[in-house]
């Protein structure tokens, strides 16, 4: 069974750092770019960052720049999701999903979601 399972998620005060895991299983996930995605309650969701399947490129949404970094580690199938100077803003569950070309993170089309994992920035 094809799956990405995120994890890492949890409570945080505002300034700290999470790192998440997105994990693939029954498929090798250096075929496919990864992005990461947010959705906060009573919003629309939010593309996080994508990176490329080499890892050799990354976008970020301009509300994450300088404060989050993907990467990924094909050897053990995972991409993460590094977060720093966490804001109350950023509090959402956060889902990651997989595509089978770079292109996937300009046109937004993947095949691949997991369930998402809950971030919670809070004092």
């Known amino acids: 069974q094809l799956q990405l399972v995120e994890s890492g998620g949890g409570l945080v005060q505002p300034g700290g750092s999470l790192r998440l895991s997105c994990a693939a299983s029954?498929?090798?996930?250096?075929?496919?770019?990864i992005a990461w995605f947010r959705q906060a309650p009573g919003k629309e969701r939010e593309g996080v960052s994508c990176i490329s399947r080499s890892g050799d490129s990354a976008n970020y949404a301009d509300s994450v720049k300088g404060r989050f970094t993907i990467s990924r580690d094909n050897a053990k199938n995972t991409v993460y999701l590094q977060m720093n100077s966490l804001k109350p803003e950023d509090t959402a569950v956060y889902y990651c999903a997989a595509g089978p070309s770079d292109y996937v993170c300009i046109s937004d089309e993947f095949d691949y979601w997991g369930q998402g994992t809950q971030v919670t920035v809070s004092s």
């Open positions: 029954g498929f090798t996930l250096n075929y496919y770019a």
